[in-house]
């Protein structure tokens, strides 16, 4: 069992930053992939970022490309969102979800087993 907790949303301006983190539980998280998806209100679920077991792949949603950065501290369990040049339309609820076996697949959400409560993200113009 994989316990996921985020934090680090907030209300922030357009063109500003922020960082999420989030946490996990569990002495195995090393050998997961993590990954972001955010679900604004009356939309589906979308790909924001994955990352590997070890940080060697990174993979990103093209509305997030170039501003958006997915890092990891396995030591620590976290894994991280750095978001910069916010937009109001990056306005949702953002999830950490965790990839239990290696499958190939990264932005759909079927492949991801453990998800996390999610943390609100506002952008306003």
């Known amino acids: 069992q994989v316990q996921l907790v985020e934090s680090g949303g907030g209300l922030v301006q357009a063109g500003g930053s922020l960082r999420l983190a989030c946490a996990a539980s569990?002495?195995?998280?090393?050998?997961?992939?993590m990954g972001w998806f955010r679900q604004a209100p009356g939309k589906e679920r979308e790909f924001v970022a994955f990352i590997s077991w070890n940080g060697g792949l990174t993979v990103y949603g093209d509305s997030v490309r170039g501003r958006f950065t997915v890092s990891r501290d396995n030591a620590e369990n976290t894994v991280y969102l750095q978001m910069n040049s916010l937009k109001p339309e990056d306005t949702a609820v953002y999830y950490c979800?965790?990839?239990?076996?290696?499958?190939?697949?990264?932005?759909?959400?079927?492949?991801?087993?453990?998800w996390g409560q999610g943390t609100q993200v506002t952008v306003s113009s």
């Open positions: 979800t965790a990839q239990t076996t290696i499958t190939g697949r990264y932005t759909s959400v079927t492949p991801y087993d453990y």
């Open positions: 569990g002495r195995t998280f090393s050998n997961y992939a």
